[in-house]
């Protein structure tokens, strides 16, 4: 959804209501003007005075008002602003208003697998209370298998944001052997914010027993970061003011606290993003193309639902690609499991259906597109991402 036209078209109809405002009270104050004048000019005739000499002010004034006009402007006024109110009602209509189950499609879905999906989710966003309902509710006991593991996350979280490592330090080291298969530096991370806590708030000797205990088994691979702390020792008492002061930096906290976010759900077999949550704004984006689509299928009388592919593109943002997409250059289509990407001997890439239109003609061999190169489809193999 384009914010930006609703809010061109919301700050055009601002500005109109604006100048309409002004212009209408310049009407009003001239107007009064004139009556006020009048007024004035009828007071001063003597109340002896006959009505003849007060009916010439009054046909002047109804003049000046005639030549003025002050209802036409107003109303003229008035009309631009309803018209512009208008159109922006429409827009917002299109943009919010939109009958949505239109491009529902029918499909089977498990019923159990959803409420499940829906219970993780409440769950992994520390929701836990709304999760026990929601399992409740639905009868889904089987949804409750992930809460103990998230509980003591969110737990471990509450402490690392409370400036507590040991909780997390103790879950690292028990989770050793895994993090290090992964190449993770999420132990390191965690000892090197504690030396540097110990450092700047309790002493340098508490800080150099802890490096001592602490550093030894991560030599091998982070020396040059051990190296730099060990520097941090000759600042104790003012690192703040040290060229090592970037590691007092509440962002480095945050880092880890995200990473050990990750790493947890990682090691419980799920993703980092909520599957629902990534599902519902890939759709939320791919909506509009898809009620376009539909429309102009049932404008040309066509259904939708019985095809396997749609037939237009839907854009998303770079955070919902997940995996390589090739398009072939020939046919510029983009390659699914029945075309795959082919490699040809030359080293140019096309799409498996390019590569049997080419070879319809030629029985043994065949011209590369893009160089002299021929050859043949049983040199092709295809390229898996």
């Not at 529902?104 to 309902?133: M, S, T």
């Not at 029945?338 to 030629?362: D, F, R, T, Y």
């Not at 893009?370 to 040199?379: D, G, K, N, V």
């Amino acid at each position: 959804m384009d914010l930006t036209l609703i809010q061109e078209a919301f700050d055009r109809v601002s500005k109109k209501q604006k100048i309409g405002y002004t212009k209408t009270q310049d009407v009003i104050d001239r107007t009064l003007h004139e009556l006020q004048v009048a007024v004035q000019q009828m007071s001063d005739i003597s109340d002896s005075s006959s009505t003849n000499e007060q009916r010439p002010l009054l046909i002047g004034l109804q003049g000046k008002l005639t030549e003025f006009g002050p209802s036409n402007q107003v109303g003229a006024l008035q009309k631009d602003v309803n018209l512009a109110v208008s159109k922006y009602g429409k827009l917002l209509d299109r943009a919010f208003c939109t009958d949505i189950a239109k491009a529902y499609r029918e499909a089977e879905f498990n019923g159990h697998l959803i409420n499940e999906i829906v219970a993780v989710h409440f769950y992994r966003q520390g929701l836990f209370d709304l999760g026990d309902c929601f399992v409740h509710e639905t009868q889904e006991p089987n949804a409750m298998a992930l809460k103990t593991p998230f509980f003591e996350m969110y737990q471990n979280l509450e402490q690392l944001r409370a400036r507590n490592l040991e909780p997390v330090l103790n879950w690292a080291r028990q989770n050793r052997p895994a993090l290090q298969k992964k190449g993770s530096s999420l132990e390191f991370q965690l000892h090197q914010l504690q030396f540097v806590h110990v450092l700047h708030n309790v002493g340098r000797s508490e800080a150099l027993q802890y490096a001592r205990a602490s550093f030894g088994p991560f030599a091998s691979c982070h020396i040059t970061d051990i190296q730099r702390l060990m520097g941090c020792l000759l600042w104790a008492g003012r690192l703040e003011a040290s060229p090592y002061s970037d590691l007092l930096a509440p962002s480095h906290w945050d880092a880890v606290a995200l990473e050990f976010t990750r790493e947890c759900c990682n090691l419980l077999g799920q993703a980092y993003e909520s599957p629902l949550q990534v599902t519902v704004s890939a759709g939320s984006q791919a909506l509009p193309t898809l009620i376009k689509l539909v429309t102009v299928m049932a404008n040309k009388k066509q259904e939708w639902h019985t095809m396997k592919q749609l037939p237009v593109e839907t854009q998303l943002d770079n955070a919902f690609q997940f995996h390589s997409i090739f398009a072939c250059p020939v046919s510029r289509e983009q390659s699914t499991a029945e075309n795959p990407p082919m490699l040809m001997a030359c080293g140019h890439v096309l799409c498996k259906q390019s590569i049997q239109k080419l070879v319809k003609g030629n029985s043994r061999t065949f011209k590369c597109p893009y160089c002299p190169l021929e050859t043949t489809s049983s040199q092709c193999r295809q390229i898996y991402f």
